[in-house]
């Protein structure tokens, strides 16, 4: 019996810590900004689920996401430019993709010309985008997809 408990207490902490959002936070760019942590290295991907090359990097980002997790100064946020009225989609995008990183979605379009230019002057708004932060400072902007080493190299280098 108490193996048949240990085994049960082991499955449960194991799913707790690979779980998947069941919901996505919508939010406007001014809560968005207070998220970009003062503390940790920080990577901030802008997406969508109808765009080819950010569903294709995805994966890769799961992939090392997976491997900083455990370290405290590390956190990656996948912000969603998808619309409100689809948020349920992104939902089921993300169970189905195992999805493991926090989600959010971005309901600002109508402003984007006012918030694009704040994140990154010479962003012209296209996805993917990606933004790397070390304590609140942003260190790198990557401007199209990434590879899986691109990606890896960037946080080598900063964290």
């Known amino acids: 019996m108490k193996n048949f408990i240990t085994t049960l207490l082991v499955l449960w902490i194991f799913s707790i810590s690979n779980a998947q959002q069941t919901s996505v936070i919508a939010l406007k760019y001014e809560e968005l900004e207070k998220r970009i942590v003062k503390d940790k290295f920080l990577v901030v991907n802008f997406w969508s689920t109808t765009c080819a090359p950010c569903v294709k990097e995805l994966p890769d980002f799961m992939e090392v996401n997976k491997k900083y997790a455990d370290d405290p100064r590390f956190k990656m946020i996948l912000v969603s430019l ?37 994140f990154e002057k010479s962003w012209d708004g296209n996805i993917p985008v990606t933004l790397f932060y070390k304590n609140g400072e942003k260190v790198y902007f990557n401007d199209g997809e990434m590879s899986k080493e691109e990606l890896k190299d960037i946080i080598v280098k900063y964290l």
């Open 82 to 118: 998808d619309r409100l009225v689809d948020k349920e989609r992104v939902i089921k995008f993300i169970k189905s993709k195992n999805i493991t990183t926090e989600v959010l979605l971005l309901d600002d379009i109508k402003r984007m010309n006012t918030w694009i230019p704040k």
